[in-house]
């Protein structure tokens, strides 16, 4: 009797590199310092999975295309003969920057979260960590000091008590960043 060899599909070889990928010791070598976290950058992984692929028989293929609709969209093909998965989103261009440097932030940018997607790799959600942070709320920020002197300026010493009394405080530098800017925004009329 001989023994039947049944090739494994391409969902089944992309679940093994997965699996392979995440019994690795990834790295996280990005840091975002402004919301204080790190994430993963294709190099912390691509290799890795590069060589995964390689074993398993696929192949990745990355690109960006026009959908039907004629809408720019960033593809990430997997492919393994005449079979494909795809993994695709809608691109955009970075505003804060130009030229070749925007369309390499872009390019990076849309590797990077399309391999994520393809081999399944978690990621700090960034979107809640920031909103989630406790920071404080426009009512709970002081008034800078930049707006208290701006007060001085355009106020004199009755109507000053007079925001002290209405504002319950002992001193202007005790009002708080949005009833401050409402101060200065009535007196100035606006």
Known sequence: MTDIKVEKTIYELLQEVRLELSNTKLEKTGYNKHLNFKYFEL???????????????????????????????????????????????????PSNMSGIQALGAKITYLRRYLYLIALDIVENDVVD?????NKPSIEEKKATDKQVEMIKGLYDEENIAKILEYYNIEKLEDLNLKDASTVIAKKKGK
């Open 43 to 93: 190099g912390d992984f691509v290799p890795t999975a590069t060589k995964l692929f390689a074993e398993k028989g696929l192949c990745p293929i990355f690109n960006i295309v026009y959908d039907s609709n004629g809408i720019e969209i960033a593809v990430l093909k997997i492919v393994k003969g005449s079979e494909t998965i795809q993994f695709s989103t809608p691109t955009d261009t």
């Open 129 to 133: 960590a920031s909103i989630t942070e």
